[in-house]
């Protein structure tokens, strides 16, 4: 457990000095920090800020979710992200915490089919390209892009989210 902790505190103070820097330029400045980096603080302040208790594996994953920027990663990139920084967690453990980041509005969840879901780490309103032959998720840049006709929804119902998802192949 101890050299588990040192990695991890190590692995903090690398990147630290910079991002505490940016942190006070972004707070002079009268707007949000990116998380970039993401020191334990600002994980910290996130779980805490989503009324979620920041527990060391809450910490550890959220560190690895969000110190690398925006992203797209299914529980199992997760996992395995999470093995190789010798972070102890169970897959289930993983599935579990990506759902409560989800519910706690700090993760994007986008069905791609039945059988594979992203978890994307920019909640900010938008779309998504699937490349079918490297099963990758990449946002769509253009930020006017919308429907042309929205369905008529059922009484007693609201549209939460539209979610689009473009799936490309290579050309053969």
Known sequence: MFTRARNLEMTENTASHYDDDAHAAA?????????TGCPWH????MLQSAGLRPT?????????LFGKGARHLTAEMLYEEATLAKVPVSLATVYNTLNQLTDAGLLR???VDGTKTYFDTNVTTHHHY????????????????ALSK???VPEGYEISR???VVRLRKKR
């Open 27 to 35: 707070l002079l400045s009268g707007r949000q920090p990116a998380l």
């Open 56 to 64: 060391r594996q809450r910490m550890a994953l959220g560190w690895l």
């Open 150 to 152: 929205m369905p008529e």
């Open 130 to 145: 699937y490349l079918e032959n490297s099963h990758e998720l990449v946002d769509i840049e253009d930020p006017h892009l």
């Open 42 to 45: 600002d994980v910290n302040e």
């Open 162 to 164: 539209i979610d689009m």
């Open 109 to 111: 969840q986008v069905s």
